[in-house]
């Protein structure tokens, strides 16, 4: 090929200069790209969602439940508390410290999730252990944001109190917190006698009182269990936990066959906090001389249901759903 067919090939295919006015410049700078032009993710990008995770099982659940729905879990385990077999189950999996929030939103915004839900239990007792500032070892952020419940004590330390700065200090870094049984409501138990054995008529009486102690103690954000004997309140839950509160239960009636009455509170935010029961807890109530589990359909979470009632079963134990409000039983 000659070298003036080439020269002439060259010039053709460059294009001419462009010339843009100074406003033409400055709308060409910032107006945003048109669609053609947009960094979008496709239609069929998997959605993320974050998860922050504490103790027991439930956490395991629900990010099957996310993976099944074809979701990308990101996951946050509470060090000493979560299970580490989360990281079989997400796209990825880290440990975080219990007093860790800062580092807890730059990795939920380092994968670009703007969606999370809690699940499992923080044990509030270590909140109340000596030395807890050197134990936790809290980020700046942390303390900026208990520094009015645990340093100067301008707020109060309820759960409800804690649990609702941890959201709001998320959603103002752009993470929304969703109800974990949104991605699971068949955990919610429905209403109905669940085991073979139902509560006889004295056993009604006392989950109808039950019922309306620890509701009051919902109110007051103490706790959400009652332990009954005879209308009589045996025990009450505060931080110890269900369990604790059963145990004390059985040790203070050795008479057994007691009833424990579990609510959600009046004004349950579905997001945290969220009464539930499993095999443990039957256990627990058997092991302590209790007969009766009465909970809140709808509003509790049962935990491997099939294994929490066949024990009951076995154990001779009666548990009933009941809607709040529901006449049955709760007006007898």
């Known amino acids: 090929m000659k070298a003036g067919t080439v020269r002439s090939?060259?010039?053709?295919?460059?294009?001419?200069?462009?010339?843009?006015?100074?406003?033409?410049?400055?709308?060409?700078?910032?107006?945003?790209?048109?669609?053609?032009?947009?960094?979008?993710?496709?239609?069929?990008?998997?959605?993320?969602?974050?998860?922050?995770?504490?103790?027991?099982?439930y956490p395991l659940l629900i990010a099957e439940a996310l993976r099944q729905q074809g979701c990308r879990v990101y996951a946050l385990g509470v060090a000493g508390?979560?299970?580490?077999?989360?990281?079989?189950?997400?796209e990825d999996f880290q440990w975080v410290g219990l007093a860790r929030f800062g580092a807890a939103i730059r990795y939920f915004q380092r994968h670009a999730v703007t969606e999370a839900t809690m699940a499992g239990k923080v044990h509030k007792v270590l909140l109340f252990q000596p030395w807890r500032w050197l134990r936790h070892v809290p980020?700046?952020?942390?303390?900026?944001?208990?520094?009015?419940?645990?340093?100067?004590?301008?707020?109060?330390?309820?759960?409800d109190t804690l649990l609702g700065v941890i959201v709001r200090e998320f959603a103002d870094c752009g993470i929304r917190f969703a109800p974990a049984t949104d991605y699971a409501p068949q955990l919610l138990v429905g209403p109905g006698q669940l085991t073979r054995r139902g509560p006889s008529p004295a056993q009604w009486k006392?989950?109808?009182?039950?019922?309306?102690?620890a509701k009051e103690m919902g109110r007051l954000d103490i706790g959400q269990t009652v332990a009954v004997k005879d209308q009589a309140v045996l025990?009450?839950?505060?931080?110890?936990?269900?369990?604790?509160?059963?145990?004390?239960?059985?040790?203070?009636?050795?008479?057994?066959?007691?009833?424990?009455?579990?609510?959600?509170?009046?004004?349950?935010?579905m997001r945290f906090d969220v009464p539930t029961v499993g095999p443990g807890t039957v256990e627990t109530l058997a092991t302590a001389g209790g007969?009766?589990?009465?909970?809140?359909?709808?509003?509790?979470?049962?935990?491997?249901?099939?294994?929490?009632?066949?024990?009951?079963?076995?154990?001779?134990?009666?548990?009933?759903?009941?809607?709040?409000?529901?006449?049955?039983?709760?007006?007898?």
């Open 9 to 57: 090939m060259v010039a053709a295919s460059q294009l001419p200069p462009i010339r843009l006015s100074p406003s033409s410049l400055i709308l060409h700078l910032f107006m945003p790209p048109s669609p053609a032009t947009a960094d979008v993710q496709p239609a069929s990008a998997a959605r993320r969602v974050g998860l922050l995770a504490g103790w027991g099982r």
């Open 206 to 213: 006392d989950i109808a009182f039950g019922w309306r102690m």
């Open 139 to 159: 980020d700046l952020r942390t303390v900026r944001m208990f520094l009015p419940h645990f340093l100067t004590r301008r707020d109060d330390c309820r759960d």
């Open 81 to 90: 508390l979560a299970d580490p077999r989360l990281g079989e189950l997400c």
């Open 291 to 332: 007969r009766v589990l009465a909970v809140e359909a709808g509003r509790t979470i049962l935990l491997d249901a099939s294994q929490a009632l066949a024990l009951a079963d076995r154990r001779g134990l009666a548990i009933v759903a009941i809607k709040d409000g529901e006449d049955s039983g709760l007006g007898s």
């Open 235 to 269: 025990a009450v839950e505060a931080v110890e936990g269900t369990d604790e509160c059963i145990r004390r239960a059985g040790t203070l009636c050795r008479l057994g066959g007691f009833a424990v009455v579990k609510v959600a509170k009046p004004r349950q935010d």
